[in-house]
């Protein structure tokens, strides 16, 4: 079985993972690929383990429920690893909620998260619950969700491969995924080629801004004149007067 062939380089992967997500969106909104409402996953899937740092990987996407008075399904659980299994390069697993009690039913847990890691997903993101939380963190593997709950319920994975929308966020499987300790970015493909230049404009136009906020000459008229943040061009900064 194949999936999305395009892979991202190590090259790519370096860059990626050395540069935080607000920093990564800030120089996306620089290329005018999109539109600044999107491109991000909301605030309430939040990242379990900030400490692992940054993650970095193509999406794979599978909706998830909880199936209740009934048995499970098996089908999409396997298909999940085939799917994964197909893939090269790391993989973020985004598994959507499709159940009315997302707080009741975990989707994933130490199991689930091994055998994941050894096919190559370095995270799971979910607008649900997962658990495990001490042995996953362990095995270095990241966590973004909503609620954490100590039991898988009667979980059953649907439809695999599917677009989801998470928390305001429209993935696809093979979108490249950006999280850590602030959040979730997409990273529109057509923007690697141009984003490391993108990056770095961003991060100059901060430090001079910080730079003038912090230093002896500020001024609220001056910062005014000289500000950066948020915009295409970062110029020097004007004189406070």
């Known amino acids: 079985m ?53 993650m970095v990987g193509r999406a794979l996407t599978v909706t998830v429920s909880d199936a209740i008075g009934r ?5 999409g659980y396997w298909e999940l690893w085939e799917r994964l299994d197909a893939m090269t390069g790391p993989v973020v697993i985004i598994m959507k ?10 989707y994933a847990g130490e199991i689930m998260a091994t ?17 495990d939380v001490a042995e996953v963190r362990a ?18 994975l649907t439809r695999v491969g599917d677009p989801v929308l998470l928390d305001g966020e429209r993935i696809a499987t093979g979108d490249i995924l950006h ?6 970015v997409v990273v529109p493909w057509d923007a690697l080629a141009d984003l490391p230049a993108a990056v770095e404009r961003v991060r100059d136009g901060e430090a001079r801004d910080l730079a003038y906020i912090e230093g002896p000459d500020f001024t609220l008229a001056g910062y005014r004149r000289q500000r950066t943040y948020g915009t295409a061009d970062a110029g020097p900064a004007a004189p406070a007067r």
Not at 17 to 33: Q, Y
């Open 2 to 54: 194949t999936t999305d062939a395009r892979t991202l380089t190590d090259t790519e992967l370096d860059f990626l993972a050395g540069v935080d997500s607000p920093t990564i969106a800030n120089a996306v909104e620089r290329l005018e690929l999109r539109d600044r409402g999107t491109g991000y996953v909301g605030g309430r899937v939040r990242c379990d383990f900030p400490e692992l740092g940054t």
């Open 71 to 75: 048995p499970a399904r098996q089908d």
């Open 139 to 156: 095995k270095g593997i990241h966590y973004f969700s909503r609620y954490t709950v100590a039991s898988h319920a009667n979980f059953e």
């Open 97 to 106: 909620d499709a159940s009315t009690t997302p707080s009741r039913v975990a």
């Open 179 to 184: 999280g850590d300790a602030n959040g979730l």
């Open 115 to 131: 055998l994941g890691q050894r096919l190559g997903a370095v995270g799971f993101v979910t607008d649900g619950a997962l658990r």
